[in-house]
């Protein structure tokens, strides 16, 4: 059977090659740089959570602490 397409070598990179290599090397540069500023968000986020959070629900526990107390006595 003969191929009607001559195929070039194994390791030889054509230069559409090389434009698609640096076309997808850039977007996942790219895809890197928003995920890295998205994990930076979400760190700060958490840490704002955690600091708004737990007082809020150390006040709660503290709450239900002396109120159940004075449901159960009345």
């Not at 009607?4 to 090659?17: D, F, N, Q």
């Not at 760190?43 to 709660?60: H, K, M, W, Y």
Request: hydrophobic residues 55%; glycine residues 8%.
């Amino acid at each position: 059977m003969q191929r009607t397409a001559e195929r070039e070598p194994l390791g030889v990179i054509t230069s559409k090659k090389k434009e698609d290599r640096a076309v997808a090397d850039g977007w996942h540069v790219l895809m890197a740089m928003f995920q890295g500023v998205g994990n930076i968000l979400l760190l700060v986020a958490d840490f704002t959570l955690v600091r708004a959070l737990v007082p809020a629900a150390a006040v709660g526990i503290l709450a239900v602490d002396i109120g159940w107390p004075a449901i159960i006595w009345r």
